[in-house]
Structures are given as C-alpha cells and as structure tokens.
C-alpha cells in the first residue's frame, strides 16, 4: 500500500496520474447508500453500526475509480462521546441534548476512550480495512477542535455560531480549556483509528474560516498544530500522512503548512498555483474543484478538471478533489465523467 498513487503524491513522489477521491464521496447522492441509510433506520444508527458504516464506505469503490477509501462516520462523534447527546432533526442537522452553556459544564469534560465510547469507529475501521484488502488506502478522520466548540457550545449548527464566538470574547480561558480537551480528544481519536488501520488521517477544520485573522491563529491553527505535531511525534503515527482542511482560511496557508502536516485540503476560493506558490515544497495540496461543477454537462465537467490539473501546474504533490463535499442533488454519472478525467489528463 505504501507505493500506491495515492500515498506517493502525499509524500510529493512522482506518480503514473493524478489520485482522486471526493469528500462524501459514501452519501446521498447514490442510491444505494439511501437505500442502506433507509434500513439502518437512521444516520446515527448507520454511523454506529460498523457493519453498515463499512457497507456504505465501500459503495463509492464500487461504481467509481476512486483512489482512497475514506471512513463512514461523523465530525461530532467526539462530542457525542463526551455525552452532549448527539441526535439529527431531519432538516435541520446535528443537535445536542447537552449544549455547553456554562464554564462548569465545560470543566467537567473528559477525554473519551476511542476503544470504548468509540469502540464503534475502531470496530468499523478494521472492518473496511479486511473488506478493502488492500484495494486502496484509508483515510480516518476528525473534527477540528474549533469546529468542535462550535457545535458544542452552540447546540447545533448555526449560520455564525455567535455563542462560541461570544464565549471566545468573554471568557478567552475556558475556551482555551476546551479546545484544549479537544484537541487531546481528537489526537488520540485519530491514533486509535491508524492503530485500527486508517492509512491517512485528515483534520476537517469547517468552521475556521468564520474567525478574524487573529483569533484564527489563537482559537484555531494553535491546536491544529497541536495535533500535528502531537501525531508526529508519537512512533506509532508519525509515518501517517495528516491532511489538514481547513474551509475559508485561505490567508493561513503557510502557517498551516508549518503546522507538521504532510497535506493541505483546498477550498475553490483559491487558485491552486497560488497556494502552491506560497507553500513550496512543505506540504501536498488537496483539490479544489467547485463542488457545484457536478451539475454541469459532461463536457463542462472535463474542461473543469483540465483546467484544476493545468493550475496545479507539472511536478508531484497533487491530490485532486472537491473543494467541499459533494452535495446530494448530484448525478452519479458525473462522478464517473469527473474521476475518469482526472486519471485521463493528470497523467504525467
């Protein structure tokens, strides 16, 4: 697995083409993964089953050309294990039952075991890592200890989750003390599952880009670090490459790439050459087509991903995918056209 396209242009090493996946790529868009969502009876439930989690991971492989697999699970399954009471209004998104409303509250957080109030993660994990056979890599992942606080202190989502940012203005302390937990939570979350088997690990940074220049750096990019540098540290980790994405902080980039990843994911705000250029040769690049590009005509499709590989320019280090998720009114067969040509042109 080590010499696949895939891990070799995250380690910036010449590959044959350009290595693809897409950001949800196992959600509703396909048929298939509606139907298993419809007989697991609920997302939370589809989450927290391994084997339907590892079912609707595999889905994508099945009808795609894709070059990783990435895990079927949730950014707020930390917070949930923390027993804030993660539940989904339909609609309406993420919810908590236990919202972080006082400094008490949040004192009184622990760190969770991953292989016992996530055991359900780990378990999935090394399913799909069995199931996949080595067919390609995996990738794990987590939430951002700032996309975290978001949802934890707001109680859902939010347009501007001004409870979080009102906590970071008036009580800056206990802030730092949960990002803090969080970011122990999701380095040792994203351990677990390498130990489990995940071949790449990936930081969903979401919300970074609502914060001012500074507190970006302060209340984001610090922990961000933190979990980098933690991973990288630690014998057991060290060698799996970390990208980290974080959406609408295009003005961060090199102090990301010091951070001690090995990638950065891209948002379609940004040029590729331009972050390239302002990165050099620190860290890989991941992206950054608009993800609305899919509901254009086939023809379209193709011209649009020339034009991202062309922008990236010749020489390793190029991961294509979205610049966000894919979203669900999307057409499976421009999926196809989209993966097809990423191979066809981004061969060197």
């Known amino acids: 697995m080590t010499d696949h396209r895939f891990l070799r ?22 048929p298939e993964y509606r139907a298993t969502r419809e007989r697991a009876g609920s997302f939370l439930a589809l989450a927290k089953t391994p084997e339907l989690a590892c079912e609707v991971t595999l889905q994508p492989l099945e009808r795609f050309d894709l070059d990783a697999a990435i895990l079927f699970s949730d950014i707020l399954t930390i917070p949930d294990a923390m027993g804030l009471g993660l ?20 004192l009184k957080l622990g760190v ?9 993660v780990t378990d999935a994990v090394r399913l799909i890592r069995r199931e996949l056979a080595d067919r390609v890599p995996l990738i794990g992942f987590s939430g951002s200890p700032w996309t975290l606080a978001c949802y934890m202190i707001e109680g859902g989502g939010s347009s501007n989750f001004s409870s979080a940012k009102a906590l970071m203005w008036d ?18 979350y994203l351990a677990a599952q ?7 690990l990936m930081v969903f ?11 970006f750096i302060e209340f984001s990019q610090r922990y961000l670090t933190v979990i980098a540098q933690s991973l990288k540290a630690a014998p057991t980790t060290r060698d799996i490459p ?6 609408g902080a295009n003005g961060h980039l090199e102090g990301l790439a010091d951070s001690g990843c090995d990638a950065l994911g891209l948002d379609w705000t940004i040029r590729l050459s331009e972050a390239r250029q302002r990165v050099g040769a620190r860290v890989a690049l991941q992206g950054n087509l608009d993800p609305a ?3 254009a005509n086939p023809q379209a499709i193709r011209a649009a991903v020339r034009a991202t590989l062309a922008d990236f320019g010749d020489g390793p280090g190029h991961v294509f995918n979205l610049g966000h998720g894919i979203t669900p009114d999307i057409d499976p067969d421009h999926v196809a056209v989209l993966v097809d040509a990423v191979h066809e042109f981004g061969r060197r």
């Open 171 to 188: 009580d800056p302390k206990t802030l730092h003390h949960l990002l803090d937990i969080n970011a122990q939570a999701v380095t040792r």
């Open 112 to 120: 969770p075991d991953p292989e016992s109030e996530l055991r359900y």
């Open 293 to 295: 590009t899919l509901a």
């Open 194 to 200: 390498a130990a489990a088997g995940a071949q790449t």
């Open 205 to 215: 940074d979401t919300w970074g880009g609502m914060l001012a220049p500074d507190a």
């Open 242 to 247: 970390l990208i980290l994405f974080s959406k």
């Open 9 to 30: 242009a995250l380690r910036r090493e010449p590959v044959d083409t350009t290595p693809v996946w897409i950001m949800r790529q196992a959600g509703r868009y396909l």
């Open 87 to 106: 539940h989904f209004i339909e609609g309406e998104g993420p919810k908590f039952h236990h919202p972080l409303r006082t400094r008490e509250a949040i």
